[in-house]
């Protein structure tokens, strides 16, 4: 189940299963982002197609598309279909993902993708603060992992992938999903090529290309 917050009654509520449309209608890196986790989470709960779109002139501003790992979205005019959701920083016709903007900030674009969901969509953002952050975490996970990917393999673990999926799944929770890496991370009882795959399962929402250390010397 895919909830999303809706202005309109000021509730986390059930998005209508079946194909979606998103439509960023304004904004730039943080809205882009913001679009591109939702259309992985919808995704990932069963939704086809999920088509995302931009507005004319929404487009990232200091990085390319490729860059900050988004699909180059095409630029149309915003459906007129009820289930469409709506990106940006005002809310749209209907139901509306709406994301205060920010300055982008830092000069790796990961760590701006990080910086961003390391906060809620829905609230104020210091995007230079939190990409400094994102750094130190970025360096640490992907050494784990390459860590982790010299240990036998073995299946993820289903109590942390649920974890993480669910908190995307409430209202694109990415802070706790996060938290939900650092916790596994840390965990004794769960062994190394577990920690391995179940990372590897998340980054498929979170899109932080945590395996790119995986195999250096």
Not at 17 to 39: E, N, T
Not at 179 to 184: E, F, I, Q
Request: charged share 25%; glycine share 8%.
């Amino acid at each position: 189940m895919l909830r999303l917050h809706d202005h309109r009654t000021g509730r986390a509520e059930e998005v209508a299963r079946g194909p979606l449309r998103v439509h960023v209608a304004a904004g730039a890196d943080r809205a882009l982002i913001v679009a591109d986790l939702l259309r992985r989470v919808a995704e990932r709960t069963g939704r086809r197609p999920v088509v995302v779109t931009r507005a004319e002139g929404v487009e990232p501003s200091a990085y390319g598309f490729s860059d900050l790992n988004l699909p180059d979205f095409p630029v149309a005019p915003a459906p007129a279909s009820d289930t469409a959701v709506f990106v940006g920083p005002a809310p749209g016709p209907g139901l509306s993902v709406v994301v205060p903007d920010a300055a982008p900030a830092g000069d790796d674009p990961l760590c701006l993708r990080l910086g961003v969901l390391r906060v809620r969509y829905r609230e104020p953002a210091d995007l230079a603060a939190a990409a400094e952050r994102a750094r130190d975490d970025l360096s640490r996970w992907r050494g784990l992992m390459a860590e982790w990917a010299r240990s036998p393999g073995r299946p993820m673990d289903p109590t942390y992938a649920a974890r993480g999926q669910d908190a995307l799944a409430d209202d694109l929770n990415s802070p706790a999903a996060l938290a939900t890496l650092d916790r596994l991370a840390e965990d004794p009882d769960v062994a190394p090529g577990a920690k391995l795959e179940t990372f590897i399962h998340l980054d498929l929402l979170l899109g932080l290309d945590l395996v790119s250390q995986i195999g250096s010397a």
